[in-house]
């Protein structure tokens, strides 16, 4: 690979372990660090991966789908490299390669499962050509860095074309996803939940695609499962949802989830009907890139899931859940499985508006917070740089809440005089700083 690389993989890895030295995850850093050494570094380690190299874009589910996706190919025996702590834009991707390979420059890998930022495909399609790409939804998130849906989707659209031979798995429940896909003239494999589940759904939960994309007629839905997944079709025009190729059949959602795709049972101990379409979006670019996933519900059961996506701690007797939701469609999400748990609750609330978060937090005024006014909701507690906006969000519609500055004190807090069963709900930058906290104190206890 020549001297260039490998003195660009040494100081990668030297990086990445001082950052963890100093308690820093510093994988973007370390790929920063690698591409200015050697810019074309990317390019040559993802071209040494043997099969295939699988990306997952989308809003919601990405960093779970992806390391479900590993978790799977791994369980069959194949060698996999992936970005499993989420950092999904260029520099994120190519300290995933570079921390993979040896110091000579040689990356042993069967399959490469990546998550990649929708606004930043553009730029690392240009140094990966991906074999398959799991698209997973769409819905408006970070308004002052993405703007509105249309400009993602035109960002994905012209990645897209960066790979003229690049198929798509996609979520035909997402009316989005799929005008996308059919629009791209790839080749398409679909997934999906083609029958209904909830038997009512609020009228008041935003929708991303009420219009077809092919005429600007207003979509009409047999159901929904949420926001704007369902079953869809134009009046006008005709587009509608495609036959499911991987359809979850029988769901259930009681006891965790459990749903039936090619005449296989698949049960898990997790909450959120979400993950449904993140596990069958695993299995789906699984399938497709040729493994029988004998071993999958071994996998699934040993399946640990990415830091701050339902995880679960447990600190002196006390259980605690800590789950990410940086946008209206998986704010609803995360209150829908708050909600399943009837016994009682206490809530805290973290809301930051750094740069990685979109400093424009009107988004929280399109979630619905009043679900939370419940008699097993015993309380509710804000914390962030943006708490008072919090507050002020839930005094509109009537829910006491308690501002905490620190977010350290706000669990210490719930933790001594809570009822013992705390969910934590935190946007993008309070995710590791409040998994820190928790991982800390579960130590101690």
């Not at 005449?263 to 979006?281: E, H, M, P, T």
Request: charged share 25%; aromatic share 8%.
């Amino acid at each position: 690979m020549g001297v260039r690389t490998s003195a660009a993989i040494a100081a990668a890895k030297i990086m990445s372990a001082a950052c963890r030295l100093i308690g820093k995850q510093g994988v973007t850093y370390a790929g920063k660090l690698a591409m200015r050494i050697d810019p074309g570094i990317l390019k040559k380690l993802s071209g040494q991966v043997e099969k295939k190299i699988l990306v997952v874009c989308g809003t919601n589910g990405k960093t779970t789908t992806n390391n479900l996706l590993c978790a799977a190919l791994e369980g069959e025996g194949n060698r996999v490299v992936c970005n499993r702590t989420g950092s999904n834009m260029l520099m994120g991707v190519a300290a995933a390669f570079v921390l993979a390979a040896d110091l000579r420059g040689r990356l042993r890998a069967d399959y490469a499962c990546i998550e990649i930022d929708e606004a930043s495909a553009v730029r690392v399609f240009p140094h990966m050509k991906p074999d398959l790409m799991i698209l997973t939804n769409l819905f408006r998130d970070q308004l002052d860095r993405y703007g509105e849906i249309d400009l993602t989707m035109e960002k994905l659209s012209d990645a897209i074309k960066l790979v003229p031979d690049l198929e798509i798995a996609v979520n035909a429940d997402d009316p989005l996803c799929t005008w996308l896909a059919q629009e791209s003239g790839r080749k398409t494999v679909t997934f999906g939940i083609s029958r209904q589940v909830y038997t009512e759904q609020s009228s008041r939960e935003i929708r991303e695609g009420q219009f077809c994309k092919c005429c600007g007629t207003a979509l009409e839905y047999s159901f929904y499962h949420y926001s704007q997944m369902g079953d869809y079709r134009c009046p006008k025009c005709g587009f509608a949802r495609p036959p499911i190729r991987y359809d979850a059949a029988e769901v259930s959602l009681s006891d965790g989830l459990a749903f039936t795709v090619d005449g296989r049972r698949i049960s898990v101990d997790y909450r959120g009907f979400y993950n449904i379409y993140n596990i069958l979006a695993a299995y789906a670019g699984a399938t497709e890139a040729g493994e029988a996933l004998p071993h999958l519900d071994g996998v699934l059961k040993g399946y640990d899931p990415a830091f701050g996506r339902n995880e679960l701690f447990s600190i002196g007797g006390a259980r605690v859940l800590l789950n990410l939701a940086k946008n209206p469609a998986g704010f609803n999400q995360n209150i829908s499985s708050v909600m399943t748990d009837t016994s009682p609750k206490d809530l805290i609330i973290v809301i930051n508006d750094n740069a990685q978060d979109g400093t424009d937090v009107s988004w929280l005024w399109d979630v619905d917070f009043d679900r939370l006014a419940d008699e097993s909701v015993r309380s509710v507690t804000v914390s962030g740089i943006r708490g008072r906006d919090m507050q002020l969000r839930l005094k509109y519609v009537d829910i006491p809440s308690t501002l905490e500055e620190s977010v350290e004190e706000a669990i210490r807090k719930r933790l001594a005089d809570g009822c013992g069963n705390l969910y934590v709900l935190v946007n993008y930058t309070a995710l590791y700083h409040t998994h820190q906290i928790l991982k800390e104190m579960e130590k101690r206890k």
